[in-house]
């Protein structure tokens, strides 16, 4: 289990996170959510190990994450920030085998092994088709997916997405954060994702935290999080709850 324990940071007088605790269960999808400045950068960062905290501690296993190698917390947790490292000169199946580094030695050429799990991570995402292209010539959603694959290449049993969603348009959100979905469902990961829409964090996620000035002011199953009053608490912002004429689901209007 991915927990953190009374967590607070602070960067030039300003405190991003103020004694957080929160728990990240196995197998399943955890939508962050809250205002631009709320702490859900620097929390997922914090979980992934990528900052450090001035008091409180992230555990995986009951072992502090500063106790694992680079290495090693990277065969468990694999993370993807909001900004993307440029990749423009990397082919598709080249970008998907970076995937496979924390599991090499210095200088090793791909095993067998790797390959295999590359192209299993390609499969899984439906970017096999794309293998040979360079990345730069790839659509946004299709570019997302790729990505994706890298982290799914790493082989971990955690991934921590920085609003993987961001600059996609509808129908790439839609398709990136089904293949999230299925991830969680068939592939057995626990996944954190920071989202915007509240919408899309009920439909898909199975549990939502959600974070203002710093501090967890929500956290719950969805039935308990898509309340008018926990919106509110959350968002500041009036809504109405409606029922999706299909699934029946709470959706959420301003």
């Not at 995986?60 to 290495?71: A, Q």
């Not at 929500?218 to 299909?246: A, C, E, R, W």
């Amino acid at each position: 289990m991915l927990r953190a324990n009374q967590l607070t940071i602070s960067r030039q007088g300003n405190t991003l996170l103020d004694n957080v605790s929160c728990e990240i269960d196995t197998k399943q999808l955890v939508a962050l959510v809250g205002h631009n400045g709320s702490g859900k950068s620097t929390l997922i960062k914090a979980l992934a190990g990528e900052m450090a905290s001035n008091s409180g501690s992230v555990n995986l296993d009951e072992r502090s994450i500063s106790d694992y190698s680079s290495k090693e917390l990277a065969r468990q947790m694999a993370y993807l920030p909001q900004q993307l490292p440029e990749a423009a000169g990397f082919t598709v199946r080249e970008l998907v085998m970076l995937g496979r580094y924390p599991h090499q030695k210095w200088l090793q050429k791909p095993t067998q092994i790797d390959k295999d799990k590359v192209i299993e991570a390609m499969r899984i995402t439906q970017v096999e088709a794309f293998a040979d292209r360079l990345t730069a010539t790839l659509s946004g959603g299709e570019r997302a997916r790729v990505w994706l694959a890298m982290c799914l290449a790493q082989d971990t049993r955690y991934l921590l997405l920085d609003e993987p969603l961001a600059a996609l348009d509808m129908h790439y959100q839609l398709e990136v954060i089904q293949l999230i979905r299925r991830l969680v469902d068939k592939q057995g990961l626990s996944v954190v994702i920071i989202v915007h829409d509240i919408n899309l964090a009920a439909q898909y996620a199975d549990r939502v935290i959600a974070l203002k000035k710093g501090r967890i002011c929500h956290n719950g199953d969805i039935k308990s999080t898509m309340q008018p009053d926990i919106l509110h608490n959350i968002f500041n912002v009036d809504m109405q709850l409606l029922s999706h004429p299909i699934t029946g689901q709470p959706v959420a209007i301003a």
